[in-house]
């Protein structure tokens, strides 16, 4: 089985002694696993980041045993944000959301576009509130809706509405039951944005499944404390 296509590296681990074994995200074929021989090069070594966009040749003899990739990078991305500890955990824990969760070899296009758009806009300043919305919308995808549009008319308190959702109480922001940008951000929103999301996303996907949960996600909470 041979294929091309572009992607998003999700993850990598050492594989031998000068290979390594990643996690990719395609545009057409979704999370794929494969091994890149040379991938502790300097060359490859210095543009296998996460998150980094690249264009892959995907090689295998049979479907059912891992194939192996030539990688090109298409598109540096975490290198241009080493230094912001903010939006490089983001990038980080986004990855790893996406590595733990997508399912193999299933092409999800909306997830991959709301992906795509987050680090396509990651450098504008509000930045975080478009990465709070793909986290929420990344819930629907993965087939769940919150149907958060039925608390619209629920009573608020400074901006946050009490509300249950299946067995869970959750404090919700105003603007994400009403799918509107607050005209105020500060850091206590972002916060309580962020709490939301991952603890609806532990409950109904990593909790069940006793799947580990990214430092990296809890990590980003934290800078904006």
Known sequence: MNWEDE???LSKRKFRENANIINVFSQSKGKVSGVVYGGNSRKIKNYLQVSNKLFIIY???NENKLGYFKTELM?????LYFHDKKRISALTSLCSILNILLPEAQPNKDIYQSFEDLINSINLENWIILYIFLELNLIKYLGYDPNLNQFKN???SFG???VK???FTYNVPDFLILRKPPEKLNND???SSLYFTRNIIQNRFFIPNNLPFPNSRVLLESYFS
């Open 160 to 162: 946050i509405r009490k």
């Open 154 to 156: 629920s009573k608020s």
């Open 75 to 79: 598109k540096p991305v975490s290198p």
């Open 7 to 9: 992607c998003y590296l």
């Open 165 to 167: 959702i299946d067995t």
């Open 59 to 61: 090689n295998s003899k």
């Open 189 to 191: 929103l972002i916060k």
